[in-house]
C-alpha cells in the first residue's frame, strides 16, 4: 500500500505532532538569522519521522492510539533539538534549555510504554516506534555535545552504536534475532540520553561531560558486546532488531 494511503487514517495526528514542534520552537529564544534555518531543519526532520511511520504503519489499523501520540510528542521534541543543531553557537547559549527539552522527551519515554500496557494497546509498531524515537534523541544529543566542542567527536560514537549494530545485522542475520526484555539494557539506554542532556548544562565543564560522556559510552559498549554475544551464540536468526 503507498505511503499516502497508509498516512491517511493518522493524519490529524501527524500534523498535531508538526504543529506541537512549531510551538515549541516559537518558544526557544533563538536569533532571528538563526530560527527560519533551524524551523526548516526540524520541519525536515519530523518529515522524515512521518515517512517512517508512514511505512512502517500496519494497513489494518485505523486508529493512531495515546500510546503513539506520546511517542510523536517525544518525536516533535526531538525534531525540535535536531533543528538547533544548525547552529552551534544556539547549543552553547541555550544548553540548559535544550537540557530541559531533552529531559521532557526522556520522562515522556516512561509514559507512552506505561500508557500501552495500562489500555492494552502494546503493539509490535508502538515498541518499534518508540525504540527508534530513543535511538534518535541520543544521536541528536551526541551530535549536539560533538558540535559544541565541549566533549570530544568520539562522542558520535554514543549515537552511531545502534545504528552499527542494526547495519552489521545486514550483514550477520542472527543479529536480527529478538532479544529478551532486560532490565540492565533499558538501563543503559536511559543512562545514555540522561548523561547527554546533563552534559549540555553550562553548569558542567568540558572536563567532566568528557569523564561522564565517556563513562556512559563503555556501559553502552558493555550492553552491546553482552547482547551481540548473545545473539551469535543462538543457532538461528529470528525477527527483526
Same mark, same amino acid.
Given at each position: 500500500?503507498?505511503?499516502?494511503?497508509?498516512?491517511?487514517?493518522?493524519?490529524?495526528?501527524?500534523?498535531?505532532?508538526?504543529?506541537?514542534?512549531?510551538?515549541?520552537?516559537?518558544?526557544?529564544?533563538?536569533?532571528?538569522?538563526?530560527?527560519?534555518?533551524?524551523?526548516?531543519?526540524?520541519?525536515?526532520?519530523?518529515?522524515?519521522?512521518?515517512?517512517?511511520?508512514?511505512?512502517?504503519?500496519?494497513?489494518?489499523?485505523?486508529?493512531?492510539?495515546?500510546?503513539?501520540?506520546?511517542?510523536?510528542?517525544? =518525536?516533535?521534541?526531538?525534531?525540535?533539538?535536531?533543528?538547533?543543531?544548525?547552529? @552551534?553557537?544556539?547549543?552553547?547559549?541555550?544548553?540548559?534549555?535544550?537540557?530541559?527539552? $531533552?529531559?521532557?522527551?526522556?520522562?515522556?519515554?516512561?509514559?507512552?510504554?506505561?500508557? =500501552?500496557?495500562?489500555?492494552?494497546?502494546?503493539?509490535?509498531?508502538?515498541? &518499534?516506534?518508540?525504540?527508534?524515537?530513543?535511538?534518535?534523541?541520543?544521536?541528536?544529543?551526541?551530535? =549536539?555535545?560533538?558540535?559544541?566542542?565541549?566533549?570530544? @567527536?568520539?562522542?558520535?560514537?554514543?549515537?552511531?552504536?545502534?545504528?552499527?549494530?542494526?547495519?552489521?545485522?545486514?550483514?550477520?542475520?542472527?543479529?536480527?534475532?529478538?532479544? @529478551?526484555?532486560?532490565? @540492565? &539494557?533499558?538501563?543503559?539506554?536511559?543512562?545514555?540520553?540522561?548523561?547527554?542532556?546533563?552534559?549540555?548544562?553550562?553548569?558542567?565543564?568540558?572536563?567532566?561531560?568528557?569523564?561522564?560522556?565517556?563513562?556512559?559510552?563503555? $556501559?553502552? =559498549?558493555?550492553?552491546?558486546?553482552?547482547?551481540?554475544?548473545?545473539?551469535?551464540?543462538?543457532? $538461528?536468526?529470528?525477527?527483526?532488531?
Amino acid at each position: 500500500m503507498p505511503i499516502a494511503e497508509r498516512l491517511r487514517p493518522i493524519l490529524p495526528d501527524l500534523a498535531a505532532g508538526a504543529g506541537l514542534a512549531l510551538v515549541v520552537h516559537a518558544a526557544l529564544p533563538l536569533s532571528l538569522p538563526v530560527m527560519p534555518l533551524a524551523v526548516l531543519a526540524t520541519a525536515a526532520v519530523y518529515a522524515v519521522v512521518a515517512a517512517a511511520i508512514g511505512r512502517a504503519w500496519p494497513a489494518h489499523r485505523r486508529e493512531f492510539g495515546w500510546p503513539n501520540r506520546v511517542t510523536l510528542a517525544r =518525536a516533535a521534541l526531538v525534531a525540535v533539538l535536531a533543528g538547533v543543531l544548525v547552529a @552551534p553557537s544556539a547549543i552553547a547559549e541555550h544548553g540548559r534549555l535544550l537540557a530541559a527539552l $531533552a529531559a521532557l522527551a526522556l520522562l515522556l519515554d516512561g509514559l507512552d510504554g506505561w500508557l =500501552a500496557r495500562f489500555t492494552g494497546r502494546v503493539s509490535a509498531f508502538g515498541a &518499534r516506534f518508540d525504540m527508534e524515537i530513543d535511538a534518535l534523541l541520543i544521536l541528536v544529543l551526541s551530535l =549536539a555535545l560533538a558540535l559544541t566542542g565541549k566533549v570530544g @567527536p568520539w562522542v558520535l560514537a554514543i549515537g552511531l552504536m545502534r545504528y552499527a549494530f542494526v547495519g552489521a545485522g545486514r550483514l550477520w542475520p542472527k543479529l536480527t534475532a529478538e532479544l @529478551p526484555p532486560s532490565t @540492565p &539494557r533499558k538501563i543503559v539506554c536511559v543512562l545514555q540520553g540522561v548523561v547527554l542532556a546533563a552534559c549540555l548544562v553550562p553548569a558542567v565543564s568540558s572536563e567532566w561531560a568528557s569523564v561522564l560522556a565517556a563513562l556512559a559510552l563503555l $556501559a553502552l =559498549a558493555a550492553s552491546f558486546v553482552r547482547d551481540t554475544t548473545e545473539l551469535m551464540r543462538r543457532s $538461528a536468526p529470528a525477527g527483526d532488531p
